[in-house]
């Protein structure tokens, strides 16, 4: 009867401490993974290419596209990331790693709003890749859409048990000018 009686104080005194409109604690599982620069508002570091956080590569000719920071129509906030091609390489990609090993199992979603301008070839819009260990790649997904207006784009993916780092961004395929900005990495 005396365990009873504490365990029945302990409960008590555990609603009376916790105020009934208390809100839940958030969820970790909800909470979005965190990307450097994510809305392209911190300018390259002397000598790069591309904003702090993020890099900039492109097939073959380092030449071939020109990238830059564009604060006449950004998405959100203050700029975008714009990229163009200026010869006639295949493609181009803005990207940033992120570290896989405590996100292996987890479904996730990477979004990034995308805007086109003479977009002819095969397209623009988020890339994914992941990688495992000794180089392997586990996983590469694109999507390419030629709009002009911007649009957030989406793909969604399943980080696997072997994964070693994600690899998330943009690319532009074939001729024209792309506009990137307000990348989110985030739980399904």
Same mark, same amino acid.
């Given at each position: 009867? %005396? ?25 970790? @599982? ?54 163009? %091609? ?7 990609? @803005? ?22 301008? %003479? ?26 859409? %030629? ?42």
């Amino acid at each position: 009867m %005396r365990l009873a009686s504490v365990t029945a104080a302990a409960m008590l005194a555990a609603c009376a401490a916790t105020p009934p409109d208390a809100p839940a604690p958030a969820s970790s @599982a909800a909470v979005a993974i965190p990307l450097r620069n994510a809305g392209f508002e911190s300018a390259p570091r002397a000598g790069d290419r591309c904003p702090e956080g993020w890099s900039c590569t492109m097939h073959a000719d380092p030449d071939s596209f020109r990238f830059g920071l564009d604060g006449s129509a950004a998405a959100e906030g203050a700029r975008s990331l714009c990229i163009e %091609r200026v010869t006639h390489e295949p493609w181009a990609v @803005a990207s940033q790693s992120v570290p896989a090993e405590a996100l292996r199992g987890r479904r996730l979603r990477f979004s990034i709003a995308v805007k086109g301008e %003479r977009i002819t070839g095969p397209g623009a819009g988020p890339w994914v890749l992941v990688n495992g260990s000794a180089g392997m790649l586990l996983h590469e997904e694109r999507l390419a859409s %030629r709009g002009s207006t911007w649009e957030r784009q989406a793909i969604e993916f399943t980080v696997p048990a072997q994964a070693i780092g994600l690899e998330l961004g943009a690319t532009l395929q074939g001729p024209g000018r792309v506009c990137i900005d307000d990348a989110r990495l985030e739980p399904t």
